[in-house]
T-cell receptor, first 117, second 108 residues
Protein backbone atom coordinates (compact mmCIF):
# COMPACT_ATOMS: atom_id res chain seq x y z
CA UNK A 1 0.00 0.00 0.00
CA UNK A 2 1.58 3.27 -1.05
CA UNK A 3 -0.89 5.64 0.66
CA UNK A 4 -0.57 7.56 3.92
CA UNK A 5 -1.08 5.31 6.93
CA UNK A 6 -1.88 6.22 10.51
CA UNK A 7 -1.76 4.17 13.67
CA UNK A 8 -3.79 3.54 15.72
CA UNK A 9 -7.10 4.12 13.97
CA UNK A 10 -8.93 4.50 17.24
CA UNK A 11 -7.74 5.40 20.73
CA UNK A 12 -9.78 5.67 23.92
CA UNK A 13 -7.95 7.09 26.89
CA UNK A 14 -8.71 8.53 30.27
CA UNK A 15 -8.27 12.18 31.01
CA UNK A 16 -4.76 12.95 32.15
CA UNK A 17 -3.09 10.13 30.21
CA UNK A 18 -0.53 10.65 27.45
CA UNK A 19 -1.15 9.37 23.93
CA UNK A 20 1.06 9.09 20.85
CA UNK A 21 -0.04 8.74 17.25
CA UNK A 22 2.06 7.71 14.28
CA UNK A 23 1.88 8.75 10.64
CA UNK A 24 3.72 7.11 7.75
CA UNK A 25 3.58 9.39 4.69
CA UNK A 26 3.89 8.38 1.08
CA UNK A 27 7.56 7.45 0.79
CA UNK A 28 8.70 10.06 -1.72
CA UNK A 29 6.85 12.93 -0.04
CA UNK A 30 9.00 15.36 1.93
CA UNK A 31 6.13 17.49 3.30
CA UNK A 32 4.02 16.27 6.21
CA UNK A 33 1.08 17.93 7.93
CA UNK A 34 -0.99 17.22 11.05
CA UNK A 35 -4.58 18.38 11.42
CA UNK A 36 -7.36 18.00 13.98
CA UNK A 37 -10.98 17.65 12.89
CA UNK A 38 -14.10 17.78 15.04
CA UNK A 39 -17.65 17.00 13.97
CA UNK A 40 -19.10 19.53 11.55
CA UNK A 41 -15.81 21.37 11.09
CA UNK A 42 -13.09 21.27 8.51
CA UNK A 43 -9.61 20.04 9.44
CA UNK A 44 -7.70 22.52 11.62
CA UNK A 45 -4.00 22.90 10.81
CA UNK A 46 -1.70 21.87 13.66
CA UNK A 47 1.82 21.65 12.26
CA UNK A 48 3.94 21.22 9.13
CA UNK A 49 7.25 19.45 8.49
CA UNK A 50 9.50 19.73 5.49
CA UNK A 51 11.78 16.73 5.77
CA UNK A 52 12.73 16.62 9.47
CA UNK A 53 12.30 20.37 10.07
CA UNK A 54 9.13 21.57 11.78
CA UNK A 55 8.55 24.83 9.93
CA UNK A 56 5.14 25.89 11.18
CA UNK A 57 3.09 25.34 14.34
CA UNK A 58 -0.44 26.50 14.97
CA UNK A 59 -1.35 28.29 18.17
CA UNK A 60 -3.75 25.37 18.58
CA UNK A 61 -0.68 23.25 19.33
CA UNK A 62 -0.42 24.00 23.03
CA UNK A 63 2.53 22.97 25.16
CA UNK A 64 0.78 19.65 25.78
CA UNK A 65 1.16 18.78 22.11
CA UNK A 66 4.43 17.87 20.45
CA UNK A 67 5.22 16.50 17.03
CA UNK A 68 8.41 15.02 15.63
CA UNK A 69 9.69 13.70 12.35
CA UNK A 70 13.14 12.50 13.37
CA UNK A 71 14.45 11.13 10.10
CA UNK A 72 12.23 12.96 7.70
CA UNK A 73 10.09 9.88 7.17
CA UNK A 74 7.38 8.89 9.68
CA UNK A 75 6.05 11.38 12.22
CA UNK A 76 4.61 11.15 15.71
CA UNK A 77 2.14 13.42 17.46
CA UNK A 78 2.06 13.22 21.25
CA UNK A 79 -0.57 14.70 23.51
CA UNK A 80 0.32 14.90 27.18
CA UNK A 81 -2.20 15.11 30.04
CA UNK A 82 -5.14 14.63 27.70
CA UNK A 83 -8.32 16.63 28.25
CA UNK A 84 -11.85 15.88 27.09
CA UNK A 85 -11.56 18.76 24.63
CA UNK A 86 -8.79 16.85 22.86
CA UNK A 87 -11.35 14.33 21.59
CA UNK A 88 -11.26 14.61 17.79
CA UNK A 89 -10.03 12.98 14.61
CA UNK A 90 -6.31 13.56 14.08
CA UNK A 91 -5.41 13.56 10.41
CA UNK A 92 -2.01 13.36 8.79
CA UNK A 93 -1.31 14.38 5.21
CA UNK A 94 1.74 14.39 2.96
CA UNK A 95 2.72 16.04 -0.27
CA UNK A 96 5.72 16.43 -2.49
CA UNK A 97 7.79 19.47 -3.43
CA UNK A 98 8.46 20.08 -7.04
CA UNK A 99 9.02 22.85 -9.52
CA UNK A 100 8.09 26.35 -8.43
CA UNK A 101 4.58 27.40 -9.26
CA UNK A 102 3.11 23.92 -9.28
CA UNK A 103 0.39 23.11 -6.84
CA UNK A 104 0.80 19.81 -5.07
CA UNK A 105 -2.06 17.81 -3.68
CA UNK A 106 -2.06 16.77 -0.04
CA UNK A 107 -2.85 13.09 0.44
CA UNK A 108 -4.56 12.34 3.71
CA UNK A 109 -4.37 9.26 5.88
CA UNK A 110 -7.50 7.67 7.36
CA UNK A 111 -7.01 9.47 10.68
CA UNK A 112 -6.79 8.47 14.33
CA UNK A 113 -10.01 8.98 16.27
CA UNK A 114 -9.22 9.98 19.86
CA UNK A 115 -11.81 9.75 22.61
CA UNK A 116 -10.88 11.12 26.02
CA UNK A 117 -13.18 9.94 28.82
CA UNK B 1 -14.23 35.69 12.27
CA UNK B 2 -12.77 32.59 10.65
CA UNK B 3 -10.07 33.00 8.05
CA UNK B 4 -11.97 30.85 5.53
CA UNK B 5 -15.76 31.00 5.56
CA UNK B 6 -18.27 28.84 3.73
CA UNK B 7 -22.04 28.48 3.74
CA UNK B 8 -22.51 25.26 5.76
CA UNK B 9 -25.65 24.26 3.86
CA UNK B 10 -26.91 21.66 3.57
CA UNK B 11 -27.77 22.01 -0.08
CA UNK B 12 -30.46 19.54 -1.12
CA UNK B 13 -30.72 19.30 -4.90
CA UNK B 14 -32.27 16.86 -7.38
CA UNK B 15 -30.14 14.87 -9.79
CA UNK B 16 -29.24 16.93 -12.83
CA UNK B 17 -29.33 20.26 -11.01
CA UNK B 18 -26.60 22.87 -11.08
CA UNK B 19 -25.32 23.95 -7.69
CA UNK B 20 -22.84 26.65 -6.70
CA UNK B 21 -20.76 26.94 -3.54
CA UNK B 22 -19.08 30.10 -2.34
CA UNK B 23 -16.14 30.69 -0.06
CA UNK B 24 -14.47 33.86 1.22
CA UNK B 25 -11.04 34.24 2.77
CA UNK B 26 -9.88 37.11 4.93
CA UNK B 27 -6.09 37.15 4.54
CA UNK B 28 -4.93 38.84 1.35
CA UNK B 29 -1.54 37.12 1.71
CA UNK B 30 -3.16 33.79 0.81
CA UNK B 31 -1.30 32.22 -2.06
CA UNK B 32 -3.02 29.13 -3.42
CA UNK B 33 -6.54 27.80 -3.35
CA UNK B 34 -8.27 24.44 -3.62
CA UNK B 35 -11.52 22.59 -3.28
CA UNK B 36 -11.41 19.27 -1.43
CA UNK B 37 -14.20 16.75 -1.10
CA UNK B 38 -14.85 14.75 2.06
CA UNK B 39 -17.24 11.81 2.20
CA UNK B 40 -18.84 10.88 5.51
CA UNK B 41 -16.26 9.34 7.89
CA UNK B 42 -13.55 9.49 5.23
CA UNK B 43 -10.47 11.61 4.73
CA UNK B 44 -10.52 14.72 2.51
CA UNK B 45 -9.45 14.32 -1.11
CA UNK B 46 -8.45 16.99 -3.59
CA UNK B 47 -11.22 17.87 -6.03
CA UNK B 48 -9.47 20.65 -7.91
CA UNK B 49 -7.09 23.54 -7.65
CA UNK B 50 -8.42 27.05 -8.20
CA UNK B 51 -6.79 29.65 -10.43
CA UNK B 52 -7.59 33.28 -11.18
CA UNK B 53 -8.18 32.37 -14.80
CA UNK B 54 -10.79 29.85 -13.73
CA UNK B 55 -10.52 26.15 -14.37
CA UNK B 56 -12.86 23.40 -15.39
CA UNK B 57 -12.74 19.65 -14.89
CA UNK B 58 -15.68 17.89 -16.47
CA UNK B 59 -18.83 18.98 -14.62
CA UNK B 60 -16.86 21.05 -12.11
CA UNK B 61 -15.78 24.68 -12.56
CA UNK B 62 -13.77 26.65 -10.02
CA UNK B 63 -13.15 30.37 -9.97
CA UNK B 64 -10.99 32.70 -7.89
CA UNK B 65 -11.51 36.44 -7.47
CA UNK B 66 -8.45 37.79 -5.63
CA UNK B 67 -9.80 41.35 -5.47
CA UNK B 68 -12.93 40.20 -3.64
CA UNK B 69 -11.11 37.34 -1.85
CA UNK B 70 -13.77 34.97 -3.06
CA UNK B 71 -13.66 31.40 -4.39
CA UNK B 72 -16.48 29.50 -6.06
CA UNK B 73 -17.25 25.96 -7.16
CA UNK B 74 -19.95 25.15 -9.70
CA UNK B 75 -21.23 21.60 -10.17
CA UNK B 76 -23.31 20.96 -13.26
CA UNK B 77 -25.58 17.97 -13.89
CA UNK B 78 -25.35 16.78 -10.28
CA UNK B 79 -25.03 13.04 -9.67
CA UNK B 80 -26.03 11.05 -6.61
CA UNK B 81 -22.33 10.35 -6.13
CA UNK B 82 -21.63 14.08 -5.71
CA UNK B 83 -23.24 13.94 -2.25
CA UNK B 84 -20.43 14.92 0.12
CA UNK B 85 -18.97 17.84 2.05
CA UNK B 86 -17.02 20.31 -0.07
CA UNK B 87 -14.13 22.03 1.69
CA UNK B 88 -12.65 25.33 0.58
CA UNK B 89 -8.90 25.39 1.26
CA UNK B 90 -6.38 28.21 1.29
CA UNK B 91 -2.59 28.05 1.60
CA UNK B 92 -0.68 30.88 3.27
CA UNK B 93 3.01 30.31 3.73
CA UNK B 94 3.41 26.89 5.28
CA UNK B 95 -0.13 26.87 6.68
CA UNK B 96 -3.14 25.23 5.09
CA UNK B 97 -6.51 26.57 6.22
CA UNK B 98 -9.72 24.66 5.63
CA UNK B 99 -13.22 26.08 5.70
CA UNK B 100 -15.84 24.27 7.74
CA UNK B 101 -17.29 22.75 4.57
CA UNK B 102 -20.57 22.84 2.68
CA UNK B 103 -22.71 19.72 2.74
CA UNK B 104 -24.38 18.63 -0.49
CA UNK B 105 -27.14 16.05 -0.78
CA UNK B 106 -28.16 15.03 -4.29
CA UNK B 107 -31.48 13.21 -4.44
CA UNK B 108 -32.93 10.93 -7.11
Amino acid sequence: DTGVSQDPRHKITKRGQNVTFRCDPISEHNRLYWYRQTLGQGPEFLTYFQNEAQLEKSRLLSDRFSAERPKGSFSTLEIQRTEQGDSAMYLCASSSTGTAGRVYEQYFGPGTRLTVT
Amino acid sequence: RKEVEQDPGPFNVPEGATVAFNCTYSNSASQSFFWYRQDCRKEPKLLMSVYSSGNEDGRFTAQLNRASQYISLLIRDSKLSDSATYLCVVNRGFKTIFGAGTRLFVKA
